[in-house]
Protein backbone atom coordinates (compact mmCIF):
# COMPACT_ATOMS: atom_id res chain seq x y z
CA UNK A 1 0.00 0.00 0.00
CA UNK A 2 2.54 2.63 0.82
CA UNK A 3 3.87 1.62 -2.41
CA UNK A 4 1.19 2.37 -4.26
CA UNK A 5 1.02 5.98 -2.55
CA UNK A 6 4.45 6.81 -2.82
CA UNK A 7 3.77 6.13 -7.00
CA UNK A 8 0.66 8.27 -6.85
CA UNK A 9 2.91 10.93 -5.04
CA UNK A 10 5.87 11.01 -7.40
CA UNK A 11 3.21 10.87 -10.71
CA UNK A 12 1.17 13.74 -9.12
CA UNK A 13 4.75 15.56 -8.01
CA UNK A 14 5.61 15.16 -11.85
CA UNK A 15 2.09 16.34 -13.12
CA UNK A 16 2.37 19.22 -11.12
CA UNK A 17 6.31 20.38 -11.65
CA UNK A 18 4.87 19.83 -15.85
CA UNK A 19 2.06 22.23 -15.24
CA UNK A 20 3.94 25.16 -13.47
CA UNK A 21 7.59 24.45 -15.72
CA UNK A 22 8.67 27.44 -17.10
CA UNK A 23 7.82 27.78 -20.73
CA UNK A 24 11.29 28.02 -22.78
CA UNK A 25 11.30 31.39 -24.92
CA UNK A 26 13.76 29.66 -27.30
CA UNK A 27 11.31 26.95 -28.35
CA UNK A 28 10.48 29.32 -31.47
CA UNK A 29 13.99 29.34 -32.94
CA UNK A 30 14.84 27.00 -36.06
CA UNK A 31 13.36 26.82 -39.06
CA UNK A 32 9.60 27.19 -40.30
CA UNK A 33 7.67 26.89 -43.21
CA UNK A 34 5.51 29.21 -44.34
CA UNK A 35 2.10 28.90 -45.16
CA UNK A 36 1.69 26.39 -48.07
CA UNK A 37 5.29 25.30 -47.95
CA UNK A 38 6.74 28.43 -50.13
CA UNK A 39 9.80 29.57 -47.95
CA UNK A 40 11.28 28.56 -44.76
CA UNK A 41 12.42 31.29 -42.24
CA UNK A 42 14.87 30.78 -39.89
CA UNK A 43 14.08 32.20 -36.39
CA UNK A 44 17.54 33.50 -34.64
CA UNK A 45 17.86 35.09 -31.35
CA UNK A 46 20.08 38.15 -31.24
CA UNK A 47 20.71 40.48 -28.11
CA UNK A 48 17.16 39.06 -26.47
CA UNK A 49 15.16 39.98 -29.39
CA UNK A 50 14.17 37.45 -31.90
CA UNK A 51 14.58 38.02 -35.96
CA UNK A 52 13.56 35.66 -39.03
CA UNK A 53 15.20 35.63 -42.57
CA UNK A 54 14.13 33.95 -45.72
CA UNK A 55 16.70 30.79 -46.12
CA UNK A 56 14.46 29.25 -49.01
CA UNK A 57 12.17 29.70 -51.57
CA UNK A 58 10.40 27.16 -53.43
CA UNK A 59 10.24 29.29 -56.30
CA UNK A 60 13.48 31.41 -56.10
CA UNK A 61 13.38 32.61 -59.36
CA UNK A 62 12.24 35.22 -61.40
CA UNK A 63 8.97 33.57 -63.60
CA UNK A 64 9.45 33.12 -68.01
CA UNK A 65 7.62 36.35 -69.48
CA UNK A 66 8.55 38.79 -66.94
CA UNK A 67 11.72 41.67 -67.09
CA UNK A 68 14.83 39.50 -65.76
CA UNK A 69 13.19 35.91 -65.85
CA UNK A 70 15.03 33.33 -64.61
CA UNK A 71 17.24 35.93 -62.26
CA UNK A 72 16.79 35.46 -58.52
CA UNK A 73 13.94 37.06 -57.18
CA UNK A 74 14.55 40.62 -55.37
CA UNK A 75 12.92 43.02 -53.43
CA UNK A 76 11.09 45.28 -55.81
CA UNK A 77 8.11 46.52 -53.64
CA UNK A 78 10.14 47.77 -50.87
CA UNK A 79 9.22 50.84 -50.37
CA UNK A 80 12.78 52.22 -49.83
CA UNK A 81 14.44 53.09 -53.33
CA UNK A 82 17.52 51.70 -51.59
CA UNK A 83 16.56 48.17 -51.29
CA UNK A 84 14.21 47.71 -54.24
CA UNK A 85 17.70 45.67 -55.19
CA UNK A 86 17.89 42.92 -52.24
CA UNK A 87 17.88 39.67 -52.94
CA UNK A 88 14.73 37.82 -51.61
CA UNK A 89 17.18 34.87 -50.10
CA UNK A 90 18.44 36.43 -46.65
CA UNK A 91 15.83 38.67 -46.23
CA UNK A 92 14.92 39.64 -42.81
CA UNK A 93 10.64 39.36 -42.46
CA UNK A 94 10.65 39.46 -38.62
CA UNK A 95 12.31 42.09 -36.60
CA UNK A 96 12.50 43.14 -32.88
CA UNK A 97 10.15 40.29 -31.47
CA UNK A 98 10.09 39.72 -27.21
CA UNK A 99 8.68 36.90 -25.30
CA UNK A 100 6.29 37.73 -22.93
CA UNK A 101 7.34 35.21 -20.03
CA UNK A 102 4.10 33.16 -20.81
CA UNK A 103 3.56 32.29 -24.53
CA UNK A 104 3.59 34.86 -26.77
CA UNK A 105 6.40 37.01 -28.71
CA UNK A 106 5.30 40.51 -29.30
CA UNK A 107 6.74 43.59 -30.57
CA UNK A 108 7.90 42.55 -33.14
CA UNK A 109 7.45 43.35 -37.16
CA UNK A 110 6.73 41.24 -40.16
CA UNK A 111 7.38 42.48 -43.46
CA UNK A 112 5.93 41.20 -46.55
CA UNK A 113 7.71 40.90 -49.99
CA UNK A 114 4.89 40.74 -51.83
CA UNK A 115 3.35 43.83 -50.97
CA UNK A 116 5.90 45.68 -49.36
CA UNK A 117 4.15 46.70 -46.46
CA UNK A 118 5.66 46.02 -43.28
CA UNK A 119 3.03 44.84 -40.00
CA UNK A 120 2.91 45.07 -36.00
CA UNK A 121 3.25 40.72 -35.45
CA UNK A 122 2.90 38.46 -32.81
CA UNK A 123 3.74 35.18 -32.69
CA UNK A 124 2.38 31.75 -30.60
CA UNK A 125 2.96 28.22 -30.60
CA UNK A 126 -0.24 26.09 -30.99
CA UNK A 127 1.94 22.98 -30.24
CA UNK A 128 5.56 22.39 -30.55
CA UNK A 129 6.15 22.06 -34.45
CA UNK A 130 3.11 24.73 -35.12
CA UNK A 131 3.23 28.29 -34.67
CA UNK A 132 0.68 30.83 -34.98
CA UNK A 133 1.69 34.07 -37.15
CA UNK A 134 -0.16 36.86 -36.77
CA UNK A 135 -0.15 40.50 -38.41
CA UNK A 136 -1.93 42.92 -38.13
CA UNK A 137 -2.29 47.34 -38.54
CA UNK A 138 -3.04 49.41 -35.57
CA UNK A 139 -4.58 46.44 -33.42
CA UNK A 140 -4.35 42.72 -33.38
CA UNK A 141 -8.00 41.93 -33.75
CA UNK A 142 -8.17 43.83 -37.25
CA UNK A 143 -5.21 41.30 -38.71
CA UNK A 144 -4.77 37.78 -39.91
CA UNK A 145 -3.11 34.75 -39.06
CA UNK A 146 -1.39 31.94 -41.06
CA UNK A 147 0.11 29.00 -39.84
CA UNK A 148 3.39 28.06 -40.13
CA UNK A 149 5.10 24.16 -39.60
CA UNK A 150 8.68 23.96 -38.16
CA UNK A 151 11.03 22.32 -40.85
CA UNK A 152 12.03 18.45 -39.94
CA UNK A 153 15.62 18.49 -39.30
CA UNK A 154 16.25 16.67 -42.16
CA UNK A 155 14.76 18.92 -44.46
CA UNK A 156 16.68 22.00 -43.14
CA UNK A 157 17.72 24.19 -45.59
CA UNK A 158 21.59 26.15 -45.37
CA UNK A 159 21.02 30.46 -46.04
CA UNK A 160 20.89 30.64 -49.48
CA UNK A 161 19.20 27.29 -50.30
CA UNK A 162 16.36 27.32 -52.84
CA UNK A 163 14.23 24.83 -54.64
CA UNK A 164 16.55 24.29 -57.64
CA UNK A 165 19.82 23.76 -55.14
CA UNK A 166 18.73 20.64 -53.23
CA UNK A 167 19.06 20.89 -48.90
CA UNK A 168 21.39 17.60 -49.49
Known amino acids: MKQVLLGCAVCLAAAVAVTFAA ?10 YTAGKESKVEITKEDGKYFGALVWLKDPLVEEGKPDAGKPKL ?10 NDPILGLKLLKGFSFDGKENWSGGTIYDPESGKT ?3 TMKLSN ?3 LD ?3 YLGIAAFGRTTQWSRVPKEEESKPGESADKPTK
Open 119 to 121: YKC
Open 133 to 135: VRG
Open 23 to 32: PDPDAVLGQW
Open 128 to 130: NDT
Open 75 to 84: DVNNPDPAHK
